[in-house]
């Protein structure tokens, strides 16, 4: 059972934004559907609860995904009643299954319970409590590298932003997106945290609005200056040279170099060519899928046409309409100027480049 | 006061969308703030409650704001109190100078107003109740020569609309925006009436959701088959090649066919110069201001952040955060296909065509 924790305390030590906190036998998940309305976490007893989590955008963005979802495993092998290794593994298996179904465009997600597969096939031959311990080990290790690697990728991104910088972001890619800290916003974090002045255009993200509700909100934490816009307004203030640089997620890059990102993105990519700005993609190399060669193969995930024909409950257009609601796009990548990864910036032919970091 | 006429009755000739009615002493506007949730009008029965109803896009639309000023000053001059025709003309200038204050993008409303002044200055030697009788006549004539101008809209334009046709639409350019039919939307109305099977794709248009509140409203009650979209997807589906054309409307197009319209207009003519897709504007010609060189002196209105923040009363954003919220954009001439306007379709060079257009 899923028990809202509006007594959920944060330590002390927890006054930085955390999205995901393991608890021994449960997983709480500030549960980002509700911010920034309440900042209330949902907590998680069971591996199917995790999932319905992912499903339902309570926990979101790709990185933030990976991290649940192997947490997620973790939490279901801990709670098994079943009594050999064998048994564990094979229910492991299962739940992976379970994960992958979810959400089909974000490769973290794949990429992380694949790990736990393959640990999990690796412990075979353990009792099954260390199977247990080392799945455990193993799942915190992700949530760990991943802020690790979001702190890296700040470092290395920083020297994108210069003083002064404007830099126009899209949808929530910071802390909340992630195990931790965030990858695009984690590198305007980093920046004005080592005293650059820099200036935020948030878009507000429709339809689920990550933008004005979230990264807002972490913005404003951190007290970092920005404006938000709705998501047509970006062309008009480049044009206005508002705007210098755009920086976004990603939740799967090719090995191409194409990116499927949060939709608008590709909107964005477009403007930014027309107008001379340059265009960054911030991700872990978690996100690259050199399985693919292009970003034709990503497939693309259309949620309820709920999402778009109501607005937190609201209902802001009529009854029985046609409705499209595609989350993410593709920028072919002769848009982006560089994607910073927590191993490097990489720069075009990105075919050769990506293959080169993510093998690294 | 202005009542609120639940009780408003339509007659039977009325089933056609009525945005603005004439009522001998009042005009009854259908409230466009209340759409698609209850069909209301408003009535106002003095020229600032109209003036204020357009200021808070109760009524709203280059052209409907044009005809709704016009019939504005009629109603404040039959209701003035002055004995000589040269006191009510000095009223009139005062109401002239209320309305042009109401909201400064669209340039039908000063054509409006000030064609109402012009006529007042011919009528200078007619008794008082002449002046009034001969000032309500032209405004009626405004408001009836605008419809009879979209239909003519709506007649040159379907040559630009192919049997089978998808056409991305923005905001709202139909009956409502309009004294009635529409421009864009009226294209588009006439070509479904002319047996054309075309397929609308409709943006929503943050901030005030005239798309997924307005426009879907008209397509719904014409039975003209369409899909809502969030105003950052259309990238998405022009790539994916469901988006043959653009087709959009005008508040004010400058003398070289810089065009300024809802905020994101720009983006979608930058995304289909990127799609190699024709980008149309629809206007009449008092939408077409000579006196300005280029679109760079178009001024642009910024609306309250609320706007941004809030969406139908319910806030969606944290408190007290930077907003921007410009209604309009410009958009270059240099990525506009044709205008359509009642006296002909213009095609480039605009500065020559637009011209010869406006004076013919």
């Keep these: 059972m899923v028990t809202r924790g509006a007594n959920f305390k944060l330590s002390d030590k927890l006054r930085e934004i955390k999205p995901i906190i393991w608890q021994k036998d449960k997983i709480a998940f500030l549960d980002q559907s509700k911010l920034p309305w309440k900042e209330e976490y949902l907590v998680c007893h069971n591996y199917k609860e995790v999932a319905e989590a992912i499903r339902s955008m309570k926990v979101r963005g790709a990185p933030a995904i990976g991290v649940a979802a192997a947490l997620g495993i973790a939490l ?15 229910e492991l298996e299962v739940m992976v ?19 736990m597969k393959k640990k999990g096939l690796s412990f075979l031959n353990f009792t099954p409590k260390n199977f247990k311990k080392f799945l455990i080990e193993e799942a915190l290790n992700i949530f760990n590298e991943d802020i690790e690697t979001n702190k890296k990728i700040g470092k290395l991104g920083i020297q994108l932003i210069d003083d002064n910088d404007t830099v126009l972001t899209h949808c ?9 800290y965030g990858t695009a916003l984690g590198i305007i974090r980093y ?8 200036f935020v255009f948030v878009t507000e993200t429709r339809p689920l609005l990550q933008g004005a509700r979230l ?22 203030l480049m044009r206005k040279k508002e ?34 700005l340059p265009f960054y ?6 996100s690259i899928d050199l399985n693919l ?8 995930e259309e949620r309820s046409s709920v999402e778009v024909t109501h607005l937190a409950g609201q209902q802001i257009a009529p009854d029985g309409i046609g409705v499209r609601n595609p989350s993410f796009d593709v920028t072919p990548h002769r848009y982006i100027s560089a994607i910073i990864t927590e191993k490097g910036i990489v720069y075009p032919p990105f075919k050769l480049n990506l293959a080169k970091v993510k093998n690294s």
Tied chains: 1, 2.
């Design 243 to 276: 705007i210098k640089k755009v920086l976004v997620g990603a939740d799967r890059i090719a090995a191409n170099g194409d990116v499927a990102n949060k939709i608008g993105t590709y909107t964005l990519a477009i403007l930014a060519k027309e107008h001379s």
């Design 215 to 236: 990264t807002t909100w972490e913005l404003k934490k951190e007290n970092i200056p920005f404006s938000l816009i709705t998501d047509n307004m970006a062309g008009y």
């Design 293 to 300: 060669d292009s970003g034709e193969e990503i497939p693309i």
């Design 172 to 180: 929530n890619t910071g802390a909340l997106a992630t195990g931790g």
């Design 97 to 115: 299954k379970v994960f992958k179904e979810t959400r089909p465009t974000a490769v973290n997600l794949f990429w992380a319970v694949d790990k």
């Design 281 to 286: 993609i911030a991700a872990p190399t978690s």
């Design 76 to 90: 279901g092998i801990l709670k098994s009643k079943k009594k050999t290794t064998l048994q564990l593994f094979n």
């Design 191 to 198: 920046a004005w945290k080592k005293g650059k002045k820099v």
